[in-house]
């Protein structure tokens, strides 16, 4: 099946988003019960943490770490956004820069000023988001020192919808600014994976919201895949991902192919490949990946197709260079779950 498809269904449960393209599986979100990244709290100083410049903060749904403090005391008040996931038994981290983003806007506190992305080139696009933004804004107006982006999904949408938008989120942000006296207290949720991929997947796509959509777009078989180490590639060449609590371990193997351009072959595979293997897997951090046996001629080739795999990737993700020992050594940022923690 050629073209995008955003699939809204549930796994086991618990709400999900997958993103599909020509038939292939090629992002998934799938909720959970832990704080969200986007959740925004009132939360409480509770201890400083020596050397490290920061702060414990309590809230509803446990510690909180918040980064390079100054003149905050024990006892304060103030308002943090989640910024990513908390690994299990660490504190959520969380930081004062509050942003409150929707399909079309990011309304800004602190960084007054309307900005349109670059990615919409076309003039007349520009400038039919901005006078939907300022019709938006003159029934809603933004809080004091605050600022607005417009998307770069505004090239695609509705002045309409545009100004719902940005009224909303205006609105929003008002609301949760002005809410700051009492204890600890989750003021705004951050997004599901439903509001996600209609926020997050901008581009072009036919949205299939029918109960059971997962089954009719044969997603059963692909999710549960992930949940195994092996990796089936082209050629009948194999990948295992292995995560430990250190790094994250990927091996590649050309099975019964022992021709001499096997090793070749079997690395492509994997490399062209692994960046979504990692994104669907909800995998970052330290990767490291041992390639089938190639002479170092080819490392820059093996570096090239690597680094074309990335450049699709929204997530941080560089590749540091190569050990002594001949493994490739990758540098992921964490922003999601683990597949495996949510599922357990």
Same mark, same amino acid.
């Given at each position: +099946? ?14 999900? %988003? ?54 905050? !005391? ?30 079309? %806007?990011? =309304? ?43 998307? !770069? !999904? ?14 909303? +989120?205006?609105?929003? @942000?008002?609301? =949760? ?70 790094? =994250? ?9 022992? !021709?001499? @351009? ?29 390639? %089938? ?11 090239? =197709? ?39």
């Amino acid at each position: +099946m050629k073209g995008r498809t955003i699939a809204l269904d549930q796994w086991q449960g618990r709400e999900a %988003a997958a993103l599909i393209v020509d038939g292939r599986l090629e992002d998934l979100l799938i909720g959970h019960d832990f704080p969200r990244p986007g959740a925004i709290y009132r939360a409480v100083a509770d201890r400083p943490v020596k050397g490290q410049g920061g702060m414990f903060m309590r809230t509803p749904d446990g510690n909180a770490f918040l980064r390079q403090v100054k003149g905050l !005391s024990p006892g304060q008040t103030l308002l943090v956004q989640v910024t990513g996931h908390a690994e299990p038994g660490k504190a959520i981290p969380v930081s004062t820069r509050l942003l409150f983003k929707s399909r079309y %806007a990011i =309304v800004t506190p602190g960084a007054p000023g309307i900005n349109v992305s670059r990615q919409i080139k076309d003039d007349d696009l520009r400038e039919a988001a901005l006078e939907a933004a300022h019709d938006a804004l003159a029934e809603v107006p933004l809080p004091e020192g605050a600022g607005l982006i417009l998307r !770069s !999904s505004c090239g695609l949408g509705k002045p309409e919808a545009i100004a719902e938008d940005v009224a909303a +989120m205006a609105g929003l @942000a008002n609301a =949760v600014l002005a809410d700051t006296d009492g204890g600890p207290e989750l003021l705004v949720e951050g997004d599901g994976p439903h509001d996600l991929a209609w926020r997050d997947w901008s581009e072009p796509a036919d949205l299939d919201d029918q109960p059971g959509c997962f089954e009719h777009h044969d997603l059963l078989e692909q999710v549960e895949e992930l949940t195994g180490p092996r990796v089936a590639l082209p050629g009948g060449y194999s990948m295992l991902i292995e995560p430990t609590s250190a790094l =994250v371990a990927v091996d590649i193997n050309t099975g019964g192919d022992t !021709s001499g @351009a096997a090793g070749l072959k079997a690395n492509l595979a994997g490399l062209r490949d692994l960046p979504r293997q990692l994104r669907l897997r909800g995998l970052g951090g330290q990767i490291i990946v041992d390639p %089938a046996p190639c002479p170092k001629k080819e490392r820059r080739q093996l570096e090239q =197709v690597l680094r074309a795999a990335l450049k699709r990737e929204q997530t941080e993700t560089i590749l540091a260079g190569w050990t002594q020992l001949g493994l490739m050594e990758i540098q992921r940022k964490r922003d999601r779950l683990p597949l495996r923690e949510i599922l357990k």
